[in-house]
């Protein structure tokens, strides 16, 4: 079946544009999150949606991050005023929520250089 | 706050050889314990996970092993094959937030 879906695959700006990075999640999964990977680095928790609740933007590193998941399926990520320091991997990733069950299904990243 | 450490950030073991990554986390509120694996230009995916209620976990070559008291859990490959060559992240969740930590690059050397 189908998996999480991320585009664009790559996307290279100039600093101070805008960026938008769009998720699909697998059908059915009410949970949605978003994380950074830098170069060679761990996975850096962004922002969590769950359902129709608001969601958990504890991790967004500042004002110039947003995201917005419509009708509870795709998400986009928006980055404004971009930085060199954004450069990084975006990750996708969706998951049934459930109680005490968390596998996360990752899409396979959208690639941010800023020049 | 780095709530879950990884060790080694890197790892060269020779083919057939035994892979061992460690974690250690802080919050005793976790209740759930993965390990992803994730290939060059891929995202991550779940490889195996385990529950603070059993000491050890065998998937064919993937073991956890995990230490309650210690709040401590590793993996460990055994036979150890190139096709292994991949970077390795434990996590931990309780509820729906994942925590991973820092990534291992493992390298199984031919």
């Known amino acids: 079946g189908a998996g999480v879906s991320q585009s664009p695959s790559n996307k290279v700006t100039e600093k101070g544009k805008d960026v938008e990075l769009r998720c699909d999640p697998i059908?059915?999964?009410?949970?949605l999150y978003w994380y950074r990977q830098s170069l060679g680095q761990g996975l850096e928790f962004l922002i969590y949606?769950?359902?129709?609740?608001?969601?958990?933007k504890s991790g967004l590193p500042s004002d110039r991050f947003s995201a917005e998941r419509t009708g509870g399926s795709v998400s986009t990520l928006t980055i404004q005023r971009t930085q060199q320091e954004d450069s990084a991997v975006y990750l996708c990733?969706?998951?049934?929520?459930?109680?005490?069950?968390?596998?996360?299904?990752f899409g396979p990243g959208t690639r941010l250089t800023v020049l | 706050q780095q709530q879950v450490k990884q060790s080694p950030q890197s790892l060269i073991v020779q083919k057939g050889g035994i892979s061992i990554i460690n974690c250690a986390y802080e919050?005793?509120?976790?209740?759930?314990f993965p390990w992803y694996q994730q290939f060059p230009g891929k995202g991550p995916a779940l490889l195996i996970a385990?529950?603070?209620?059993?000491s050890e976990k065998k998937e064919g070559r993937f073991t956890i092993s995990f230490n309650k008291s210690a709040k401590q859990f590793s993996l460990h490959i055994m036979d150890s094959q190139p096709g292994d060559s991949a970077t390795y992240f434990c996590?931990?969740?309780?509820?729906?937030?994942?925590?991973f930590g820092g990534g291992t690059r493992l390298m199984v050397k031919p």
């Open positions: 990733a969706s998951s049934v929520s459930m109680a005490d069950y968390n596998e996360q299904f």
């Open positions: 059908s059915g999964h009410t949970a």
């Open positions: 949606f769950q359902g129709n609740s608001a969601p958990d």
């Open positions: 919050n005793t509120a976790f209740d759930y």
């Open positions: 385990i529950r603070p209620d059993v």
């Open positions: 996590a931990a969740s309780k509820g729906n937030m994942l925590t």
